[in-house]
């Protein structure tokens, strides 16, 4: 069965709706800079949505806002917003910071003082990224919150491609969202695994990784769905799988075991073979280790002329919501016939055996791949078509 995608919302430092998005990928522009929405001495740049505004609960979470927002979005694309009543709709949202770790001031009192007030227990409770949507459109249908570390945005897709498959329901609102947040930004710092400088992908001297904020949300529909509607599709969500490595709670199994279980498991699902990928969009972090996995792993079952790169130059790790918003930018490649270069990368690491693009590059063909791996071992892979 074939799972259309008929809207998408896209958030990010890069832009805030499509056409800027498109504009800083094909000028190179990377908008990154010291963090403005909250105080640290960590020197790291960060990538922040800088001109996002739409505040739906003010006293909510950014990262819910943004997901309503990226939403909102998505069902104008789909030409959704003024007929959802009555339809069945899941609700599928990734996240890792519209979790528990929004709990900063609870800690901070508890620990002072020995007790606290629940007040940040009720907005965690409250801003349960699924149910807040549903409540905003004040619709009914199966929801999840996927809270799987930096496979959460993907997870969540797949989550909501099985629904449609099943039947469960017939659209699906799926995808993922963060905000920039202090207790992420010092944990990644507590590692050791923060750049100091902008992030260089696959790059012989990369640091680390730059932290950044948005929301990527797919609408997906089935093929009834649709027809009914009388709409055309973006792109058709071909595969999907995820995997889990199980070696250490932050770095990936040396071997790729993981991710290469994931791209092989969404290809055989997508029933294609590797040499059907036009390109990839790879997670492509900038930390030492999972480039260099994941970079092998893909010349093991693409070859070294696939053409790949990492949007992470141009939004930064958007933890949950990347596997959404890199999926939604694969859609924008396909439709445009072009990916960007892999912002950051100058000179190949000898012990990498491919390199991504650096400019500009054509794109032939109808099929993409993105993949996702997350603290934990978690690993997941999308294929993603272009409707001929």
Known sequence: MKIYVTGLGLISAAGE???????????????AGPVSLFSTQIQSPAYEAKGFS???????????????????????????????????????????????LNDINFNMEFRDKGSAPMDSVNLYLEGN??????????TEGPSITVVNACVSGANAIGVAMSWLRSGLCDIAIAGGADELN???????????ILSDSLCSPFDLNRKGLN??????????????????RKKKPRAIMRGYDFSNDAHHLTSPDPSGAGIERAITGALIDARLEPDAISFINAHGTATIDNDLVEARVLHNLFGSTIAFLSTKGYIGHTLGAA????????????????????????????NIPIAPVTQKTQIEGHFALSTSMGFGGC?????IEFPE
């Open 17 to 31: 709706n499509e056409k800027e998005t498109l504009t800083s990928f094909e000028s190179g522009k990377r908008r």
């Open 54 to 100: 739409r505040h739906y609960f003010p006293e909510q979470l950014r990262t819910l806002n943004l997901c309503l927002a990226a939403t909102e979005d998505a069902l104008d694309d789909a030409s959704l917003k003024e007929e959802i009543r009555g339809k069945r709709i899941g609700v599928a949202m990734g996240t890792t910071v519209g979790s528990v």
């Open 129 to 138: 990224l699924s149910s807040g949507i549903h409540s905003f459109l004040q």
């Open 182 to 192: 202090k207790v992420p930004f010092c944990g990644f710092g507590a590692l050791g």
């Open 211 to 228: 932290l950044g904020e948005g929301a990527g949300v797919l609408l997906l529909e089935s093929e009834q769905s649709m027809e009914r």
């Open 323 to 350: 596997g959404a918003l890199e999926a939604g930018f694969c859609i924008l490649a396909l439709e445009q016939g072009w990916i960007p270069g892999c912002a950051g990368f100058k000179k190949l690491d000898l």
């Open 379 to 383: 690993d997941a892979a999308l294929v």
